[in-house]
């Protein structure tokens, strides 16, 4: 069983729509980071949400953390072909440089 | 800042054979961190180290090892490669230790066991 949980795995949408990305566990933490991941590179950080009810906001990326820590949405708003890439959340583990992975969301933009 | 390098970026062995990957840390990073990533699997931490001593361990076998440098470079090794050791490995260094530090990672390494 996986500790994060990351819908949808696989999304393809056309250009200028907008799409939410989930990511969910039972276990509470004190921070999620989203990563991503473009063909042929490792992950790159994105975001880091510590709050519960916590949002951040990225140019067109919009993150949020629940307000139980359990849980974390993407938005992207109007959606471009550079936003292609596999999307990861991830939290840390107690007091290592460890980073637990959840299963990714693969996102294809259509020109 | 010259980013995190890894080498070779490309691999192919064959079972039976053993390899070994290598990891530059972003200058001044002492702690470097291994990945692996599958598509079955997703990516799965495989150790940490940190001042040249291993700080964590993955549940991965004993095949995989790995070690640390004084100038903080690292490398790991796989011994008798299996065709499920087929994966794209992937290092991350950072600062210092813990979850609290942004890991920076490299291009990864893809190794394909025939």
Known sequence: TQLLEQSPQFLSIQ????????CNSSS?????????????????LLVTVVTGGEVKKLKRLTFQFGDARKDSSLHITAAQPGDTGLYLCAVGYSSASKIIFGSGTRLSIRP | ???????????????GQQVTLSCSPISGHRSVSWYQQTPGQGLQFLFEYF???????????????GRQFSNSRSEMNV??????????????SSLAQGRKETQYFGPGTRLLVL
């Not at chain 1, 509470?28 to 790159?44: A, D, I, K, M």
């Not at chain 2, 010259?2 to 192919?12: D, E, F, K, M, S």
């Not at chain 2, 011994?79 to 991350?92: F, K, P």
């Open chain 2, 51 to 65: 001042s040249e001593t291993q700080r964590n361990k993955g549940n991965f076998p004993g095949r995989f090892s």
């Open chain 1, 28 to 44: 509470v933490f004190s921070s999620l980071q989203w990563y991503r991941q473009e063909p042929g590179e490792g992950p790159v």
């Open chain 2, 79 to 92: 011994s008798t490669l299996e065709l499920g050791d087929s994966a794209l490995y992937l290092c991350a």
């Open chain 1, 15 to 22: 250009e200028g729509e907008n799409l939410t990305v989930y």
């Open chain 2, 1 to 15: 800042k010259a980013g995190v390098t890894q080498t070779p970026r490309y691999l192919i062995k064959t079972r």
